[in-house]
Nanobody, 117 residues
């Protein structure tokens, strides 16, 4: 069964840090472009960061310099290191796997990140 499971979300104070993880089963990470998206209530789901099969990374402007995406192919795990968190970073964060050049997209169930004092 193909599955992505996120973990690591929670409540953190402004300026704090969190690391999200996304572990895949039934999927070979080395073949997929991987990404983190987020969705706040009433908003659309936005791309936060992505990493391609050849390890090129791309970040949304609103997280550049604060967030870092990485992956461990051997562990089939994707990470998002989030530093200097702001209240506006509050959202459900989703892991995504896209198999190029197909339309195959796999989503995790999401993990809640809340930044509040």
């Amino acid at each position: 069964q193909v599955q992505l499971v996120e973990s690591g979300g929670g409540l953190v104070q402004p300026g704090g840090s969190l690391t999200l993880s996304c572990t895949g089963s039934g999927i070979d990470f080395s073949l997929y472009d991987m990404g983190w998206y987020r969705q706040a209530p009433g908003n659309q789901r936005d791309l936060v960061a992505r990493i391609t099969g050849d390890d090129n990374t791309d970040y949304a402007d609103f997280v550049k310099g604060r967030f870092t995406i990485s992956r461990d192919i051997a562990k089939n795990t994707l990470y998002l290191q989030m530093n200097s968190l702001k209240p506006e970073d509050t959202a459900v964060y989703y892991c995504n796997a896209h198999l190029p050049p197909t339309y195959i997209n796999i989503w995790g169930q999401g993990t809640q990140v809340t930044v509040s004092s």
